[in-house]
């Protein structure tokens, strides 16, 4: 497959990872405590996103923010520019976490959502370990899901989800990988790991919130269409039949949407 990364890299994708930043912000950065850390390295920052929210929620941090893209750097770069009050507090480094080792140590390392990704996730936290000051800590958030529910149950969309899933294993990552992250991270070597669930779970009680969140489900599942359709994991027709029945989510008058993201904090 030539383009091995499931979301691409288009303008249309880097927006929509900004946007995502913000919409889950509240489930993700509760869990996670920077007081006393200085300088953070933050792995896979995509088009800067999370970087944006770790500036504005934890003003004495300096970030290094690294990406194995450099499409995605530049537009993080860019993206940074429409914030000057948090000049000079990030650098942004295309490359992988072990570029750094024997050259840099960190206080603490933030990832998230970003092990999906890739092959071998044990490797990466293990060179993690090796970028961490002598009780640092790593915190991750990462994909489970299978966790994820919904109603009413749609086949299109079933069928949709399916095939994002499959694909995501074939292009070397795992759509599952939040909920290995407790052994992953104890093998990589780091003690008093605690592995979390973030409940994102709306219905008919909240409404606005349920809708909402099946839009930003919508514009996920549309990130990988792309690569379904060229990759012969779903053809036009069945693409076609999610979009189009997609919108009875918004008709139901009992409808519940529910998502259970892991998150992991290990120490060195
Ligand atoms: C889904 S995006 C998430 C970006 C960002 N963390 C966020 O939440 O908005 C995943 C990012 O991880 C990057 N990535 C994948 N494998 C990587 C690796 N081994 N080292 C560094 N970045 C990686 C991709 O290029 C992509 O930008």
Redesign the pocket.
């Known amino acids: 497959m030539e383009n091995k990364?499931l979301?691409g890299y288009t303008d249309h994708e880097q927006q929509r990872?900004l946007q995502?930043?913000q919409i889950l912000s509240n489930y993700i950065y509760p869990a996670f405590d920077f007081e006393g850390m200085t300088h953070v390295l933050e792995?896979?920052?995509?088009?800067g996103?999370?970087t944006l929210e770790l500036l504005k929620r934890y003003p004495h941090i300096r970030i290094t923010a690294?990406?194995?893209?450099a499409e995605?750097i530049s537009k993080a770069k860019k993206n940074l520019e429409n914030y000057p009050e948090y000049a000079g507090r990030v650098g942004f480094v295309v490359g992988?976490?072990m570029d750094f080792i024997g050259k840099h140590q960190f206080d603490g390392i933030f990832i998230?959502?970003?092990l999906e990704?890739?092959p071998n996730p044990l490797w990466?936290l293990q060179n993690c370990r090796e970028l961490l000051v002598q009780g640092g800590k790593l915190y991750i958030t990462e994909v489970y899901n299978r966790s994820f529910d919904y109603s009413p149950r749609i086949t299109s969309f079933d069928n949709y989800f399916e095939a994002y899933n499959q694909l995501q294993y074939q292009l070397g990552g795992n759509p599952n990988v939040g909920i290995h992250l407790g052994n992953l991270l104890r093998e990589a070597g780091f003690s008093a790991v605690q592995l979390k669930p973030s409940v994102n779970l709306h219905d008919a009680n909240d409404l606005e919130v349920c809708h909402f969140m099946f839009n930003y489900w919508y514009d996920l599942m549309l990130s990988a269409e792309h690569q379904l359709r060229e990759n012969n994991f779903l053809s036009t027709e069945e693409v076609a039949a999610f979009k189009a029945e997609y919108a009875a989510l918004y008709e139901a008058q009992r409808p519940f949407f529910y998502y259970c993201a892991m998150q992991a904090i290990a120490v060195k």
């Open positions: 990364y979301h990872l995502q930043a792995l896979g920052c995509g088009s996103g999370q690294l990406d194995i893209s995605q992988e976490a998230c959502w970003v990704h890739t990466i």
